[in-house]
């Protein structure tokens, strides 16, 4: 490895230490799951509802069959968080 210039991963000593030379980025500290919420509940529908049910034949049906699936999530599907309202605020984009 050392040939390689590789070094092995694993926490190495004083890891936690701040480091007063580099920039801290707030931002980027922030629980991401829970700024995210709204995508991320998209995309499991997506993979849930649509993508681990069908066997596609091709790439070109499976982005047909996603496309519909996006189209009818964003104008019919009614959703929870909305109180079974239809999404008109935030489509999910094509």
Do not use: C
Request: positive net charge; without cysteine; glycine residues 2%.
């Amino acid at each position: 490895m050392h040939l390689m210039n590789i070094q092995t991963i694993y926490p190495k000593k004083k890891l936690s230490i701040k480091n007063n030379e580099h920039k801290v980025y707030p931002y980027l500290l922030k629980n991401l799951s829970l700024d995210n919420i709204m995508i991320e509940r998209f995309w499991r529908a997506l993979k849930y509802e649509e993508v681990y049910l069908k066997d596609y034949e091709s790439v070109t049906n499976a982005k047909e069959s996603i496309r519909e699936y996006i189209e009818n999530y964003n104008s019919f599907r009614p959703h929870e968080n909305l109180f079974g309202k239809k999404n008109t605020g935030y489509d999910i984009f094509l």
